[in-house]
């Protein structure tokens, strides 16, 4: 159906829908990639059932934290323990995903492990005022270094890993490899899960160069 919108020139309303012929060609593209993503190979094994633990220091291996699911995502937060404050970045993606966290368990299970204690990781739980990130403590496990978010230097990364059941097992899925790749927009490798800068993309100025403050 042909849409106009108020007082609208005719040069922006072909302006408009060549953009419009763009943007769903990308959605169509999108598409695509993500039936790529779907119908990956079975990935690795997990080598270990690696020893989180809860905000209350209780022990939570990775396995258990599937639950009733197939399916578990699970986000490196930037927190290491030598760090005086988690990353911004990483703070502000969660912030727009704890709101979304009881929908995304409907379908899989969701994690967020940072390589911190869970002394300061409630703490941290606390003055962020996040209500329903399932938050635990990777400290002590080689989680992080052997799925691609620890740098041989003990330096913290922001991955997202998914991984699968497998009968008995619990293997690999995909992760947000993208982190490595350069680009002119690098890091940008979860945007898509990301609501602040898909919002910032609608508008006249974009993005820019801004950075979420903590709170």
């Known amino acids: 159906m042909p849409v106009s919108l108020p007082n609208e020139s005719a040069e922006y309303r072909a302006a408009r829908n060549a953009l419009l012929t763009a943007e769903t060609e990308l ?17 690795g094994i997990l080598p270990q059932d690696y020893a ?14 599937l639950g009733s699911h197939d399916t578990l995502a699970i986000y490196s937060l930037m927190y290491g323990p030598e760090a005086k404050s988690p990353c911004p970045m990483c703070s502000a993606f969660l912030d727009g995903l704890d709101g979304q966290v009881a929908h995304i368990c409907r379908k899989i299970a969701l994690a967020v492990v940072a390589q ?17 990130l399932p938050l635990y403590s990777s400290l002590g496990t080689d989680y992080q270094r052997d799925y691609l978010a620890e740098t041989p230097d003990g330096s913290q ?35 898509s899960a990301w609501p602040l800068w898909n919002v910032l993309d609608f508008t006249p100025m974009g993005r820019e160069d801004f950075i979420p403050p903590l709170r």
Do not use: C, Y
């Open 157 to 191: 990364l922001p991955i997202l890993n998914v991984f699968q059941r497998d009968g008995d097992s619990i293997r690999h899925f995909w992760s947000s490899e993208m982190f490595f790749e350069p680009s002119d927009w690098h890091p940008r490798h979860i945007d």
């Open 52 to 65: 989180f633990q809860s905000l209350d220091g209780k022990p939570a291996p990775l396995s258990s934290l």
């Open 116 to 132: 911190n204690t869970p002394e300061k990781l409630s703490e941290l739980n606390s003055q962020m005022g996040w209500r329903n």
């Open 27 to 43: 959605r169509a593209r999108i598409e695509d990639v993500a039936a790529l993503r779907r119908n990956l190979p079975k990935g």
